[in-house]
T-cell receptor, first 112, second 113 residues
Framework: NAGVTQTPKFRVLKTGQSMTLLCAQDMNHEYMYWYRQDPGMGLRLIHYSVGEGTTAKGEVPDGYNVSRLKKQNFLLGLESAAPSQTSVYFC???????????FGDGTRLSIL | AQSVTQPDIHITVSEGASLELRCNYSYGATPYLFWYVQSPGQGLQLLLKYFSGDTLVQGIKGFEAEFKRSQSSFNLRKPSVHWSDAAEYFCAVFNTNAGKSTFGDGTTLTVKP
């Protein structure tokens, strides 16, 4: 039972570098989400998708892009990394918008 | 705007003692409510949810929560805490109008031996 798998688990980048975080789910969920978690700030929604080929902005979308070319995968891209993007990133998925979300174990990203 | 408030940033209880974590929300209609738990280095796991019906809901790991419309609250309780319950707990609310969920800032639970 893989559930939601995030790759990589850890990454260190230099300012200005780009990278892509991969999220894969094997539950055939329609909805997928990217969050960032910072101390004392809970979870903040970056982008989300309501189905294959769709994406939408969340609460803090600036500096990030996403794609959902396949239903099971949701990619989060950082075009030009900044130290303010140092965070723990979580991917989640759900059947519908109101059903509980299933979370991956996170990607810990440090930008120097 | 919808918001979720967890008034306690950090709570410490002794093992075997009872626990109550508070959650308040601001939302006009009856919301869909959730409690999640996050162990160190892991993602969030659903403890329980409330959609409608009985206002006292049971979850996994011996947790329960009570929806009180008059107080706009959805507090999480456990009669006897175990050391393994030490974690961060998040309350979440789904806003049917906006079509999105909002998470509280979390409460960190420490369990003393």
């Amino acid at each position: 039972n893989a559930g939601v798998t995030q790759t990589p688990k850890f990454r260190v980048l230099k300012t200005g570098q780009s990278m892509t975080l991969l999220c894969a789910q094997d539950m055939n969920h329609e909805y997928m989400y990217w969050y960032r978690q910072d101390p004392g700030m809970g979870l903040r929604l970056i982008h989300y998708s309501v189905g294959e080929g769709t994406t939408a902005k969340g609460e803090v979308p600036d500096g990030y892009n996403v794609s959902r070319l396949k239903k099971q995968n949701f990619l989060l891209g950082l075009e030009s990394a900044a130290p303010s993007q140092t965070s723990v990133y979580f991917c989640a998925s759900s059947w519908t918008a109101y059903q509980p979300q299933h979370f991956g174990d996170g990607t810990r990203l440090s930008i120097l | 705007a919808q918001s979720v408030t967890q008034p306690d940033i950090h709570i410490t209880v002794s093992e075997g003692a009872s626990l109550e974590l508070r959650c308040n929300y601001s939302y006009g209609a009856t919301p869909y409510l959730f409690w999640y738990v996050q162990s160190p280095g892991q993602g969030l796991q659903l403890l329980l949810k409330y959609f409608s019906g009985d206002t006292l809901v049971q979850g996994i790991k011996g947790f329960e929560a009570e929806f009180k419309r008059s107080q706009s609250s959805f507090n999480l309780r456990k009669p006897s805490v175990h050391w393994s319950d030490a974690a961060e707990y998040f309350c979440a609310v789904f806003n049917t109008n906006a079509g999105k969920s909002t998470f509280g800032d979390g409460t960190t639970l420490t369990v003393k031996p």
